[in-house]
């Protein structure tokens, strides 16, 4: 089982930045993928931002080109650094890994991004 701890998240004005973190820890040697999803307030939960063990890196559109997701495989953690933010960016972001081509059922508890207009 793999525990998912994330963090960094606060209340922003628009156009500004913050850098979330995403440690992972549990009985496992390596992670195969990294992941970054979001949730705002009664919407689904979205995929937005990936990263392979090896650095490449894919990101929804909604994010392409403001957000910047990476990764230390050493200390087993993601981040996400988020730029030019929106109030539509406003959500709890979550992390996700994939150990052995299998992406975890467990999730952490999240950290809130609030974007203020």
């Known amino acids: 089982q793999v525990q998912l701890v994330e963090s960094g998240g606060g209340l922003v004005q628009t156009g500004g930045s913050l850098r979330l973190s995403c440690a992972a820890s549990?009985?496992?040697?390596?992670?195969?993928?990294m992941a970054w999803y979001r949730q705002a307030p009664g919407k689904q939960r979205d995929l937005i931002a990936t990263?392979?063990?090896?650095?490449?890196?894919a990101y929804a559109d909604s994010v392409k080109g403001r957000f910047t997701i990476s990764r230390d495989n050493a200390k087993n953690t993601a981040y996400l650094q988020m730029d030019s933010l929106k109030p539509d960016d406003t959500a709890v972001y979550y992390c996700?890994?994939?150990?052995?081509?299998?992406?975890?059922?467990?999730w952490g508890q999240g950290t809130q991004v609030t974007v203020s207009s």
């Open positions: 996700n890994v994939r150990i052995r081509d299998r992406w975890s059922q467990a």
């Open positions: 549990g009985s496992f040697f390596s992670i195969d993928a």
């Open positions: 990263i392979t063990s090896g650095g490449s890196a």
